[in-house]
């Protein structure tokens, strides 16, 4: 288990080190008032406590992702350790940090309305439209899912999907128009705190257990022979960097009441983040003895949730237990609930309406949920397929918005050109060799790839030769 309390290690020290390097580049400033108290509705702009805005933003953008996609990650083998620490730190923590900042910087606006600050008003447009789709998406699968799980519990004597789903349909109507403090503030900070306390739990007793890893390698050690460029890099999306975390840090930065807190809580919540990823893959591959064994258990024991379940009850009893079923559960509905505020939110700033006044919240909420529960009849198996890809084109983005106001402010960009370039490279690989894109061969979709990332960051350093991008 070496090399993954090694991993643990650099993710705390990145935190410490770097995180200060990207606050301290961003410039946090104290004697700025920021939109929660300066904006206050006692809705949306509600202030919090740094601790309390950081486990709801934890659980915002965890979920299951950090679980399930490292759990499938660890296929690949000991390199998902290597692009969990370093996508942790060098990408999803600034571009979590950027995409939270930004939004306290500019009213606590939605990212779809920072994008089109920094890259334009075209932009503005495609990630309006992208993101209310995106966020709807969310929203529905992490209805039926969790509705699903819950039927087949028979609880409460009730073994009905569709009862399922208009119950979690009802909870997440209530989450997405009270305010802020009322759920969502009291709720999401006790289910953040048991997802770490789980977390910690099973790498604990993996150590103290004796569990053993594979040997270290960067070989790859898939048995579906799924190549690790650019597979990897979006199977492990949340417990590295995930533009869905883009859509719900504007909604924390409505509620912090000091700038300094954002290195605490959108680049720390990306690395606890990358905690659980790493403690999930390990326990992926030593629970049951390596990749083969851990395939063999996805396929015939249950997918992701029956890992999730097996190892939690082995390991954590029947307190383990209880926790499994929280996270397999409670974390998805607790990311669907705030993507459908997300994305009223988003078109709330998108027509510019006000959101206090219950009938206008009514008025955007209510149609996400026809839509909502509409979605839910139709199979979500092959078009949930492209939300990777989408997840990822979506950070990619935020990272040159990013590196856009960077410029404008007259300060270096290569913080977030850098990952903005190497996530160019990844979507654009990914979608062409992907079966669910154009299953391309790697002899095409591997240049393609490249030249378009070179192309990319080329573009942009000529127009930023040129002039500055405007704020509009």
């Not at 930065?253 to 680049?267: I, Q």
């Not at 249950?302 to 954590?316: D, H, K």
């Amino acid at each position: 288990m070496t090399y993954f309390i090694i991993g643990i290690i650099i993710l705390v020290f990145g935190y410490i080190t770097y995180g200060k390097v990207v606050d301290n580049h961003f410039g946090a400033d104290d004697s700025i008032e920021t939109p929660a108290t300066r904006l206050q509705d006692g809705i949306d702009f509600m202030p919090m406590s740094w601790k309390r805005i950081f486990l709801i933003q934890f659980l915002n953008i965890a979920g299951l992702g950090p679980i399930f996609g490292a759990i499938q990650g660890a296929l690949f083998g000991p390199v998902a350790f290597i692009w969990i620490a370093l996508g942790s730190i060098f990408a999803g923590g600034v571009h979590d940090y950027f995409s939270g900042m930004l939004s306290v910087r500019h009213e606590g606006k939605s990212i779809s309305e920072i994008v089109g600050m920094y890259l334009g008003n075209g932009a503005r447009q495609v990630m309006r439209i992208f993101s209310v789709v995106l966020l709807v998406l969310v929203g529905t699968v992490f209805m039926t899912g969790p509705a699903g799980l819950l039927a087949n519990l028979n609880l409460f004597g009730l073994n009905s999907l569709q009862v399922w789903v208009m119950i979690v349909l009802a909870y997440y109507f209530l989450a997405t128009i009270l305010p802020v403090d009322k759920i969502i503030g009291k709720l999401y900070p006790i289910f953040g705190a048991s997802l770490l306390i789980m977390a910690a739990g099973i790498g604990t007793k993996l150590v103290i257990d004796g569990y053993q890893l594979p040997a270290f390698t960067l070989s790859n050690l898939h048995p579906g022979e799924l190549p690790i460029w650019a597979i990897l890099f979006t199977t492990i999306a949340c417990g590295a960097i995930s533009g869905f975390h883009a859509t719900q840090s504007p909604m924390m930065a409505r509620c912090m009441t000091k700038e300094s807190y954002g290195r605490r809580v959108f680049y720390g919540s990306m690395i606890a983040e990358g905690v659980i990823a790493m403690i999930w893959a390990a326990a992926g591959m030593a629970f049951f003895n390596g990749v083969g064994g851990l395939s063999e258990v996805l396929a015939t024991g249950g997918g992701p949730a029956g890992v999730v379940y097996t190892i939690s009850t082995s390991l954590l009893g029947p307190v383990g237990g209880v926790l499994a079923m929280l996270g397999v559960i409670a974390c998805p509905i607790t990311s669907g609930d705030t993507a459908f505020r997300s994305a009223r939110l988003t078109i709330a700033d998108a027509m510019n309406f006000d959101q206090a006044p219950i009938k206008k919240r009514l008025l955007l909420s209510l149609p996400l949920f026809v839509v909502g529960f509409a979605l839910t009849k139709i199979d979500f198996n092959i078009i949930w397929r492209y939300f990777a890809w989408s997840n990822q084109t979506l950070a990619m983005i935020v990272l040159w918005a990013a590196s856009a106001y960077l410029v404008k402010m007259a300060k270096s960009h290569w913080m977030t050109s850098i990952p903005a370039t190497f996530m160019t490279a990844v979507s654009i690989t990914y979608i062409l060799q992907a079966p669910e894109g154009f299953s391309l061969p790697t002899t095409i979709a591997y240049p393609a790839g490249a030249i378009a990332a070179i192309a990319a960051i080329g573009y942009f350093l000529y127009k930023t030769r040129l002039e500055a991008v405007p704020v509009k």
